[in-house]
């Protein structure tokens, strides 16, 4: 199930909502525990990630050494392609890293921000992604996604590509 989001939604780095959000979710048929293991895995992103297949991690704080698993404060670059002539790369950090919750209704949080260091300071970009996986307890997840926009160059960025964002969101 996908759906556009009229209003913003909050995330824990942007509580008021920013000014867009791309959205989808999907309901899977597996443990939180293992959607939790493939969203971490940034080695994983080529095998089913069309929207963001490469994840390059340049720096992870609280590990001895630089691996693929993703952790509270890893640095990375995220390539992907908006549309097929159109490549990006997106500097962010990992925000937010719940351990994986089981039992019906628990939430399990994996987020990111992007960083873009000096010249796009946060009050003319900000953006946070969230990946929320909810046991439904009958052996299935609703995984949900969306990415909250905000600062001054949100508005160029949901005007050019607000539409491309929600369609590749749905791929994810």
């Given at each position: 199930m996908t759906?556009v989001?009229?209003?913003?939604?909050p995330?824990?780095?942007?509580?008021?909502?920013?000014l867009f959000?791309?959205?989808?979710s999907?309901i899977?048929r597996?443990?939180p525990s293992?959607?939790?293991?493939?969203?971490?895995?940034?080695?994983s992103?080529?095998?089913w990630?069309t929207?963001?297949?490469?994840?390059?991690i340049?720096?992870?704080?609280n590990?001895?050494?630089?691996?693929s698993q993703l952790?509270?404060d890893?640095?990375?670059?995220?390539?992907?392609?908006m549309?097929?002539s159109?490549?990006?790369?997106s500097?962010?950090?990992?925000s937010m890293?719940d351990?994986?919750?089981s039992?019906k209704?628990?939430?399990?949080?994996i987020c990111?921000?992007?960083h873009?260091?000096?010249?796009?300071?946060g009050?003319?970009m900000?953006?946070?992604?969230?990946?929320e996986?909810e046991?439904?307890?009958?052996?299935t997840?609703?995984y949900r996604?969306w990415?909250?926009?905000?600062?001054?160059?949100a508005?160029?960025?949901r005007w050019?590509y607000?539409k491309?964002?929600?369609?590749r969101?749905e791929?994810?």
């Amino acid at each position: 199930m996908t759906q556009v989001q009229d209003h913003p939604l909050p995330t824990p780095l942007i509580p008021e909502g920013g000014l867009f959000s791309p959205y989808a979710s999907a309901i899977i048929r597996a443990s939180p525990s293992r959607i939790h293991s493939i969203i971490i895995d940034t080695a994983s992103y080529p095998k089913w990630n069309t929207f963001v297949p490469n994840a390059t991690i340049t720096k992870q704080p609280n590990k001895p050494a630089i691996d693929s698993q993703l952790a509270m404060d890893t640095h990375m670059t995220l390539k992907g392609h908006m549309t097929e002539s159109m490549p990006f790369a997106s500097k962010e950090i990992v925000s937010m890293l719940d351990e994986p919750k089981s039992g019906k209704g628990a939430v399990t949080r994996i987020c990111w921000k992007f960083h873009g260091g000096m010249l796009l300071p946060g009050m003319v970009m900000k953006a946070e992604r969230v990946n929320e996986i909810e046991d439904l307890g009958d052996g299935t997840c609703e995984y949900r996604t969306w990415e909250t926009f905000g600062g001054m160059t949100a508005h160029v960025v949901r005007w050019k590509y607000g539409k491309t964002l929600q369609e590749r969101f749905e791929d994810w």
